[in-house]
C-alpha cells in the first residue's frame, strides 16, 4: 500500500501557497519560490530578443532579394521563417514583461546586442548558406540558455525548448533548400 503522506509532503498546504500569493503583489509573477537571478535572466532573454529581431530582419530581406528560378519558392520559405522569428522574438519580450522587465527593441545598437548576424544578401546559394549558418548559431545558443536555465526556470526553460525545435526545424530546411540548389550537402 502507498503512503499518501509520502506522496504529498513535498507539496506546499494551500492555505501557505494562498498567504504567498497576496504578498508583493508588486512582483507580477514573480514568486518567492522563482529560483533563477531575475535581473540575468532578463539580461539574457534580451539577447534573445536582438537576436531573433535581426533573424527577422535578415529573412525578411532575403524573401524580398531571392532572384532565380526557384526564388519564388525560396522566397516564400524566407517569409515563413521571418514570421516564426518574430513569434519566438514575441515570446521572450513577453516573458521578459512577466519577470518584471522591459523588452529592448531599439533598433540602436540592435546588431551588436544579438548573438546572430544580419547578413548581407546575395546569390540565393549565398543567403541559403547565411540563413543555415545564423540557425547553427542559434541552435548552439539556445541549448546552452537551456542547460543554464535547468529547473531554475522552467518556465522559460521551457519557452527556449519550443523555440529551439522550431530552429532545429528552419536549419533543416535550409540544409535541404541548399542541397536541391548545389546538388550537394554544405554539411557532412
Same mark, same amino acid.
Given at each position: 500500500?502507498?503512503? !499518501? ?9 494551500? =492555505? ?13 509573477? &514573480? ?16 539577447? &534573445? ?29 524566407? =517569409? ?7 513569434? /519566438?522574438?514575441?515570446?521572450? !519580450? ?34 541559403? =548558406? ?39 526545424? /528552419? ?7 541548399? &542541397?536541391? /540548389? ?7
Amino acid at each position: 500500500m502507498i503512503d !499518501a503522506t509520502k506522496e504529498t509532503a513535498f507539496l506546499t498546504d494551500v =492555505k501557505t501557497l494562498r498567504a504567498r500569493a497576496k504578498k508583493a503583489l508588486d512582483d507580477g509573477a &514573480v514568486m518567492p519560490s522563482y529560483q533563477g537571478d531575475v535581473e540575468k535572466t532578463i539580461a539574457l532573454l534580451q539577447t &534573445v530578443v536582438a537576436t531573433e529581431l535581426v533573424c527577422v530582419l535578415r529573412y525578411q530581406m532575403h524573401a524580398i532579394a531571392a532572384e532565380g528560378i526557384t526564388s519564388k519558392s525560396v522566397a516564400a520559405e524566407f =517569409k515563413e521563417h521571418a514570421d516564426s522569428e518574430h513569434e /519566438h522574438m514575441l515570446m521572450a !519580450a513577453e516573458r521578459i514583461d512577466q519577470l518584471g522587465g522591459v523588452p529592448n527593441l531599439d533598433p540602436d545598437g540592435l546588431a551588436s546586442r544579438a548573438a546572430t548576424e544580419y547578413g548581407k544578401g546575395g546569390d540565393l546559394v549565398q543567403m541559403l =548558406k547565411d540563413n543555415l549558418v545564423a540557425e547553427r548559431l542559434v541552435i548552439e545558443h539556445y541549448q546552452e540558455l537551456i542547460r543554464y536555465f535547468g529547473d531554475n526556470d522552467p518556465t522559460t526553460r521551457i519557452m527556449l525548448e519550443h523555440i529551439l525545435a522550431e530552429e532545429e526545424d /528552419h536549419a533543416s530546411d535550409m540544409h535541404d533548400l541548399l &542541397v536541391a /540548389h548545389e546538388g550537394q550537402p554544405f554539411l557532412k
